[in-house]
Structure formats: structure tokens, C-alpha cells
């Protein structure tokens, strides 16, 4: 029988970087296209998620055999805040439709992506697998993050009623080619990279916001897609993973700084404004699942996996999204 992946959000920068892995990594090889393979990449032009009846037809138009669900409304903390019921509602009836849309037509597994904002607020860190459900998220992004929660919930709740192989991903902060650079609402990297990138064009100064010492786990978008491919072939329980660079790996604002203003090139004048918050000083995740499960993987370096993403951004700045020159 022929397997058919449908990748949801199949244009955003993880759908990206897992179609850059199947069309780059040797054919048959643990991460490259296996024989019989299709793989669909769908975008949001081809149907909206929140609509019982559009994620029908998709199903109908490609019958999957497999899934990895990375379709979401995402934004960042302005308009998680301004839009929590927005954000939980539009999420919670994408996940629904997906995984019933799923269950009719027999999707041998399913692979969505949750985030690591589903932890409580309160937690002891490291975060591992088992914490998703013991307080409540933090209050900033409450509404992303119960809806991302409900995919777990639900997860389970098929498998136990009707037997299905539905899973979890569980990234940290991902990075990468094809990223979200515009400045009102993009995560930390594309936001300084395209900062960056403007101050050198301006010849202005680069100035980044709070002190630059709390502490993050980056990954790699194309490393991402490695374990996101590894994970629909080879993991087989319900439980979500942890897919993240180890503890030791965390990188400081001020070294992710550093090292865009190398990539970029960027010789102008370069400080922090310690009048801006922090946010949370480190939130570490356990990667410990994943490598016990995987046996050894080998990271991306955090300098060149930044030097691949700024060079793509420079080289795409044309049409990268940056919210300056919306379709």
C-alpha cells in the first residue's frame, strides 16, 4: 500500500525544513525518503483547519496514511495576550478537526506539534514529559497553551476508545530558514537577525532589549525535522517527546546576539537595553527521553546552524516574511 505523509502547516518553517530533509538526505537513508513514499506539504491556501468540512476535503483530495500536524495560529506574546479566547478557540478547532478528520479515514499515526509553553508556570524545572499537566501555563499565553494541552488529552482519549496511533512533539525555541522575521511578532532570532540586519542597511545602532543573560535551548529547524521524521517512523506511543537540544546546550541572549551580528556582518555600534524586561531568566527542558529512544543524534552547531539562517534571510529578504512588504 502506498504511505502518504500530509504535512499541515506544510509551509511554515518546520514544514520547510522537514521538506528540505526528504528532498536532501539519501533515499532510504533513517531521516531521507523511503520507496513508495509521497509526501504533501499543505499550506493554508489549501483549506482553513478550522472548518470540519475543508479538512474533509483535504483528507478526501490527498488520503493520507500519515500525518505530522504542524498547523497552528501562532503568534507572539503581544498577541497571545490580546487574543486569548482567538487563540484557544482557532487552535482547539484546527487539533479537533485534524484528529477526527484523522480517525475517519484510518491515518495510520499521527504526529502533532505541541510547544513548550503547555508547561505550568510553576514547575520544577527540567521540564520533562511528565510535568505538562501538573498547574496551570503561564498566564501570558494561556489560551495557545490549553488548546496545545487538548492534543495530548485527546491523544490519549482515541487511543483508549478507538486504538489510534496519535503522538506528540514537544520542541524547544526552533530556528531556522523560512522563519517569521517580522519585528512586531517574530521569537527571538529572526526578530534580532532582521534588527540586526537593518541596522547595518541604516548604519544605526543595534540594540537589543533587556540584559542578554537568560538562558535558552535552541534547535535547529533542519535538526528538528530529523526528529520529527525519526519520531513517525520509529516511536509508537501515545506519550509525548521532548525533541531539544540537551541541558548543557543552552546559549545566553547576549551569545545568540553575538553571534548575528558575525553572521550579518555588522560593524556599527552594539548594546543592550537593560531597561527592558527578561522574561523568564532559563527554562530548561530534558532531552533525556529522546536520546534513550533515538540512540545518539548528532546537533547542528548553534554558530552554524545561525550562519545557514541568517545567510537564507539575506538571501531571501525579498520575499521572506518580515511584515514590511505583506502580500
Known sequence: MATVILVTGGTGLVGKAIEHIINTEPEGSRFGKKAGETWIFASSSEGDLRDPAQTRQLYEKYKPTHVIHLAALVGGLFKNMKYKLTFLRDNILINDNILHASYEHNVQKVVSCLSTCVFPDKVEYPLDETKIHVGPPHESNFGYAHAKRMVDVQNHAYKEEFGCNFTSAIPTNVFGPHDNYDLEDSHVIPGLVHKCYLAKKNNTPFVVSGTGKPLRQFI????????????????????PVILSVGEDEEVSIKEVADAI??????????????????????KPASNKKLLGLIGGFEFTPFEQALDIS??????????????????
Open 220 to 239: 535547529f529547524s533542519q535538526d528538528l525535522a530529523k526528529l520529527f521524521i525519526w519520531q513517525l517512523r520509529e516511536y509508537d506511543d501515545v506519550e
Open 261 to 282: 551580528v558575525k553572521a550579518v556582518g555588522f560593524q556599527g555600534e552594539y548594546s543592550f537595553d537593560t531597561t527592558r524586561g527578561d522574561g523568564q531568566f532559563r
Open 310 to 327: 541568517v545567510k537564507w534571510f539575506l538571501d531571501n529578504y525579498a520575499t521572506a516574511r518580515t511584515g514590511l512588504h505583506k502580500a
